[in-house]
C-alpha cells in the first residue's frame, strides 16, 4: 500500500510540474496587434533584429536592445545604431542578408514597409512581427506598433506613457495651427518640386496635426504633385512647410533653401512674413513620424514655429 501511494504522489507531482512547465511556456508569449491581426509574440526575446527604422526609434525611446540592423543611412536620431561592431549589419531592408540572419539566430524579427515582400522569407529563421503602416489613419497605425513593441518588451506602461505624451504634443500643435491659416506642404528633390495634401503619405500634418491645407486640391500620388514657381505663388499659402529630400537622404544638391530663394518665391505671402519652415528631413522622410523620437522632434519643430 506504501508503494502504491508513493507513486501515486510520484505522478501528482509530476502532474504539477508539467502543469508549471506549461504555464512557463505560455508566458512565456505575449498577445499583440500587428498589420496582419493579433499575433502571439515571444515575450523579452534574447535576440532581436530590425529592418524598419519606425521601430528601431521606438525601441530607442523604450530602452530595448537590438542586435542587428539594417545596411543603410540612419537618421541622426539613430545615429547611435550605426556602430556596426556593436549592432551587425543584416542586410538593407529591401534584401535581406540570410546568411547573417541564420548566424545570429534571432528569437524575433521585426519588418516593416520597406521589408514586406520579403516577411515570408524571413518567418523561416523567426516570428516576424509586422509594422507595416498603410495609408490612412497613420497615427492609429504608429499607436498599435508602440503598443505591441513596448508589449514585446515587457514595458508596455512605457508605450502607454509615450502615446500619453504625444497625444498631449498634438493637442499644443493643432491649438496653435488652427490659427495659422492655410500650409502647403512642399519637398524638393535634385532641383525639382512636388506638394503634398490630405491623404497623401503626409496626411497626418493636415488629418492629426491640424494644419490647414490650401483650397486647391492637389493630385495623390506617392510621388506628390509636381509643381513650378508659378504654382506657389498662384496659391499663395500662409506657410510653406519644405522637406529638403536631398539632405534626407545626404545626397549632394542644390539645398531647399538656395532653390527657394527667388523672385516668385519672395512675392508669396509665407516669404514675406517669414513663414517658410525647413522640416526636419530625416525625421519625416526617413522615419516617416513612424517612432516617438521622430514624431515629438516633429512635434516640437511646428509648436515652436506656429508659437512665434
Known amino acids: ?11 501528482a507531482g509530476l502532474g504539477v510540474v508539467l502543469a508549471l512547465s506549461w504555464s512557463a511556456a505560455q508566458a512565456a508569449n505575449v498577445k499583440v496587434q500587428d498589420n496582419t491581426g493579433e499575433v502571439s509574440m515571444p515575450l523579452q526575446p534574447k535576440t532581436v533584429l530590425v529592418y524598419d527604422l519606425g521601430a528601431l526609434d521606438i525601441i ?35 534584401e535581406p ?4 540572419i541564420k548566424a545570429l539566430k534571432p528569437d524575433l524579427i521585426i519588418a516593416g514597409n520597406r521589408t ?10 523567426a516570428p516576424v512581427l509586422d509594422v507595416t503602416i498603410g495609408d490612412g489613419d497613420q497615427l492609429t497605425q504608429i ?13 508596455p506602461q512605457k508605450g502607454a506613457a509615450e502615446i500619453k505624451q504625444i497625444e498631449s504634443e498634438i493637442a499644443d500643435v493643432k491649438s496653435k495651427a488652427q490659427k495659422q491659416g492655410s500650409a502647403l506642404m512642399l519637398m524638393t528633390n535634385g532641383g525639382k518640386m512636388s506638394v503634398y495634401g490630405p491623404g497623401s503619405r503626409f496626411d497626418m500634418l493636415y488629418t492629426v496635426f491640424g494644419v490647414q491645407p490650401i483650397k486647391d486640391k492637389i493630385e495623390v500620388s506617392k510621388h506628390g504633385q509636381a509643381v513650378s514657381f508659378e504654382y506657389l505663388l498662384k496659391t499663395n499659402p500662409d506657410w510653406m512647410l ?12 542644390a539645398s531647399a533653401q538656395k532653390l527657394l530663394d527667388n523672385k516668385l518665391v519672395h512675392a508669396t505671402k509665407a516669404w514675406r512674413n517669414q513663414h517658410i519652415v525647413y522640416l526636419n528631413a530625416a525625421n519625416w522622410y526617413l522615419l516617416s513620424n513612424a517612432g516617438p523620437g521622430a514624431l515629438r522632434e ?3 519643430q511646428l509648436s515652436d514655429a506656429f508659437g512665434k
Open 298 to 300: 516633429n512635434l516640437k
Open 97 to 100: 542578408d540570410y546568411e547573417k
Open 1 to 11: 500500500m506504501q508503494g502504491l501511494w508513493m507513486r501515486r504522489q510520484t505522478l
Open 116 to 125: 514586406l515582400p520579403k516577411i515570408d522569407e524571413l518567418k523561416k529563421f
Open 242 to 253: 519644405v522637406l529638403d529630400r536631398d539632405a534626407a537622404i545626404s545626397r549632394e544638391g
Open 143 to 155: 499607436y498599435r506598433n508602440i503598443r505591441a513593441i513596448s508589449a514585446v518588451y515587457g514595458v
Open 60 to 94: 530607442q525611446t523604450l530602452g530595448g536592445a537590438v542586435h542587428g540592423v539594417p545596411n543603410q543611412a540612419l537618421p541622426p536620431l539613430l545615429a547611435g545604431y550605426k556602430d556596426a561592431a556593436k549592432y551587425p549589419q543584416i542586410g538593407s531592408l529591401f
